[in-house]
T-cell receptor, first 116, second 115 residues
Framework: AQTVTQSQPEMSVQEAETVTLSCTYD???????LFWYKQPPSRQMILVIR??????QNATENRFSVNFQKAAKSFSLKISDSQLGDAAMYFC?????????????FGKGTHLIIQP | DVKVTQSSRYLVKRTGEKVFLECVQD?????MFWYRQDPGLGLRLIYF???????EKGDIPEGYSVSREKKERFSLILESASTNQTSMYLC??????????????FGAGSRLTVL
């Protein structure tokens, strides 16, 4: 079974600084998809960024970027210029399904604190 | 602009009660999912459905059942609630077989307390 490991239960960063959240995964598949989801306090889970394993280029979405190391099975999320609104639980997730049918396997989450 | 609606945000039930958690999506998605979220454990998949009247067990189906009589509605049922089912329950959906289909749209969650 695939597993997703987030080794940092909690991270803290000063506003405007950069923080990196770690994620590793275990799979024997060569084609798969990786995600970072954000869950703000008492609010809905939303997608931050998505990476397809066959793409060499790291995905970016504004201040959010990933460092995808396929050989190392590592998928870290970098948040640049941290803002108070970035405070949330962040979940790394994995699936082999491009068609959406199988759901995602999630890590245990990292609680990100933004210090003003 | 709510797309996945969970009918109850907070519920308090007694041990042994039958509990229904309802989820409705208005995006005509084929796939629907129920996850359970616990601190330190992340999200774990309970059941999912890829079509009306179809259901598949996830990683932790014990003590739960589901119903999908209509495409837009996916219900999670606790036949006899127990205290270890106290948790946050998240419903999600995705379309089938299109680019980006594996991006889940989540509901706001249902926090269940079983006394």
């Amino acid at each position: 079974a695939q597993t997703v490991t987030q080794s940092q239960p909690e991270m803290s960063v000063q506003e405007a600084e950069t923080v990196t959240l770690s994620c590793t995964y275990d799979t024997s598949e060569s084609d798969y998809y990786l995600f970072w989801y954000k869950q703000p306090p008492s609010r809905q889970m939303i997608l931050v960024i998505r990476q397809e394993a066959y793409k060499q280029q790291n995905a970016t979405e504004n201040r959010f970027s990933v460092n995808f190391q396929k050989a190392a099975k590592s998928f870290s999320l970098k948040i640049s210029d941290s803002q108070l609104g970035d405070a949330a639980m962040y979940f790394c997730a994995y699936t082999t399904s491009g068609g959406g049918a199988d759901g995602l396997t999630f890590g245990k989450g990292t609680h990100l604190i933004i210090q003003p | 602009d709510v797309k996945v609606t969970q009918s109850s945000r907070y519920l308090v039930k007694r041990t042994g009660e039958k509990v229904f958690l309802e989820c409705v999506q208005d995006m005509d998605h084929e796939n629907m999912f129920w996850y359970r979220q616990d601190p330190g454990l992340g999200l774990r998949l309970i059941y999912f459905s890829y079509d009306v009247k179809m259901k598949e067990k996830g990683d932790i189906p014990e003590g739960y059942s589901v119903s999908r009589e209509k495409k837009e509605r996916f219900s999670l049922i606790l036949e006899s609630a127990s205290t270890n089912q106290t948790s946050m329950y998240l419903c999600a959906s995705t379309p089938q077989g299109v680019t980006g289909a594996n991006v889940l749209t989540f509901g706001a969650g249902s926090r269940l307390t079983v006394l």
